[in-house]
């Protein structure tokens, strides 16, 4: 059928709606984002590990002695140092688990 703007050209008529659908394409802009997000979980994830063993260290050296004086003045901050750094990782996964589930 030839268009009504255009009688050169043709378009509609009975066949209008046909699609095609290839079931192995994937959109690739969509695929390298989602690599990159695994991998940036994948890191996080092993931070948060990482934080938490420090944070154990951390304990145990509090509670030791050297020369008979507990280390707790030296090790607080940096305690509190290694929390407010496992909160942020926390709370970065916990906003990408929602962004990318």
Not at 15 to 44: C, E, T
Request: hydrophobic share 40%; charged share 20%.
């Amino acid at each position: 059928m030839t268009c009504a703007g255009g009688p050169s050209q043709w378009c509609g008529g009975p066949n209008r709606l046909i699609g095609y659908q290839h079931i192995n394409w994937f959109d690739p802009s969509r695929a390298q984002p989602a690599k990159a997000m695994g991998w940036y979980l994948n890191v996080l994830g092993r931070l948060q590990v990482t934080v938490k063993d420090w944070l154990n260290l951390l304990e145990q050296l509090r509670d030791e002695q050297v020369n008979g004086m507990k280390l707790r003045r030296q090790v607080t901050p940096l305690m509190q140092a290694t929390n407010a750094v496992r909160s942020l990782i926390k709370s970065t996964v916990d906003k990408l688990g929602m962004m990318y589930p």
